[in-house]
Structure formats: C-alpha cells, structure tokens
T-cell receptor, first 120, second 112 residues
Framework: NAGVTQTPKFQVLKTGQSMTLQCAQD?????MSWYRQDPGMGLRLIHY???????DQGEVPNGYNVSRSTTEDFPLRLLSAAPSQTSVYFC???????????????????FGPGTRLTVL | DAKTTQPNSMESNEEEPVHLPCNHS???????IHWYRQLPSQGPEYVIH???SNVNNRMASLAIAEDRKSSTLILHRATLRDAAVYYC?????????????FGAGTILRVKS
C-alpha cells in the first residue's frame, strides 16, 4: 500500500492564483481530512469528509474548497491564493468508525507527507 | 474540546528513557488520550492511546494518572530517530468525524 499520497510536494503561487492540492489514499478509508500547519504551531483542521459526497468545514475553512467524488481522492482547492495561506498542508485518512468505536478500536489517522505552499 | 498542556521542549540522552508529560485537568470521563508525533519534515504519526489503564505497544508506553488529569508518554530507550514533536490530544468518542485538535506539542531533542 502507498498509504496517503500528496502532490505536489512544493508549490509557489502568486497572490490571486488558484490551484488544487491533491490527496489520495489506497486503504479504502471513508474519513479524509485536510490540515494546515504554520511555522511553530500545531495542525489546524480545514475541511473533512466522512465519505464520498459528504464534506464539512473544520476550524479554518475560509479560502478553501473541497469535494469528495470518490473514496480514494480528496482534493483541496485554493480559490484565490493569499500570502496568509502560506503553510504546509497535510492530508489524513482513517476508518470512519461510529462515535465511540473509533477510540475503542484505535481508529488512528494516517497522514500524508505534506505539501509546502508559498504564496508571494 | 478539553485542553491539554505540554512543556514546550525537552531534551534526552540517547539510550535513556524519556517521560513526556501532559496535563489535562478538564478531561471528561469519556475522553480518550491520544499521542501522535511528527518527525522533521513529515506528517504526524500515531503513537499510542488510552482511556484509564496504562497502555503499552512497540513504540511506547502510556501512563495515565488515577484521576486522569494527567498522563505521561514513556519512550523506554530514546534513539536519535525519536527526535520529534509529540502531541497529546484528547478525543471525545461521541464526536462524529474522527477530528484531531492539535496543540503546539513538545519538541523532543535527543543527544548522542
């Protein structure tokens, strides 16, 4: 298994440009999510999905769009890049166990290697 | 979400045990304690989790205080590869969505 893969590894954008960060997993996980990590800080949740066709907002969703047309893929779109979106972006996936069972049966999340984005 | 408090950084010698503390005085009776770590330039990875009893796995041990207001992640013999940021996270099992709320974590430095 490749696990969680993210492309590209690095990207430089100009203010106002749009782009899509790709995330794919081959573990048949229903749950997928996107986090951003600013220097010296922990990860913050942007958007998440509990299955194909279902997405929801996390802590910092503004400026980002997501869709989930397949179980495997969960792309993150930046509509009009801003310097404040300079960050490292991580995608994660896990089984979507019912509330309560996720913790009993571990339900660990698997993270991708990240995409380092710079917006000038 | 209940909050956790961790030291900003800790230092250890290689081959020695490391005890990483986490305070969570507002933990609810059903919150699970999860630990993840993030190696340099990588995404976080799961380490261990528990509810009330101490837990062991191949990576580490988790010691949970009897009142559950604190816990300690124990690396039995630190190696250079264990240098990472360690995150202590509380998860409400009734939360639908597998969300993890990360704090700043503890930076562990391992000296050879």
């Amino acid at each position: 298994n490749a696990g969680v893969t993210q492309t590209p590894k690095f990207q430089v954008l100009k203010t106002g440009q749009s782009m899509t960060l790709q995330c794919a997993q081959d573990m048949n996980h229903e749950y997928m999510s996107w986090y951003r990590q600013d220097p010296g800080m922990g990860l913050r949740l942007i958007h998440y999905s509990v299955g194909a066709g279902i997405t929801d907002q996390g802590e910092v969703p503004n400026g980002y769009n997501v869709s989930r047309s397949t179980t495997e893929d969960f792309p993150l779109r930046l509509l009009s890049a801003a310097p404040s979106q300079t960050s490292v972006y991580f995608c994660a996936s896990s089984l979507n166990l019912p509330p309560g069972l996720a913790d009993v049966f571990r339900g660990e999340q698997f993270f991708g290697p990240g995409t380092r984005l710079t917006v000038l | 979400d209940a909050k956790t408090t961790q030291p900003n950084s800790m230092e250890s010698n290689e081959e020695e045990p490391v005890h990483l503390p986490c305070n969570h005085s507002t933990i609810s009776g059903t919150d699970y304690i999860h630990w993840y770590r993030q190696l340099p330039s990588q995404g976080p990875e799961y380490v261990i989790h528990g509810l009330t009893s101490n837990v062991n796995n191949r990576m580490a041990s988790l010691a949970i205080a009897e009142d559950r207001k604190s816990s300690t992640l124990i690396l039995h013999r630190a190696t250079l590869r264990d240098a990472a940021v360690y995150y202590c996270i509380l998860r409400d099992p009734s939360d639908y969505g597998n969300k993890l709320v990360f704090g700043a974590g503890t930076i562990l430095r391992v000296k050879s």
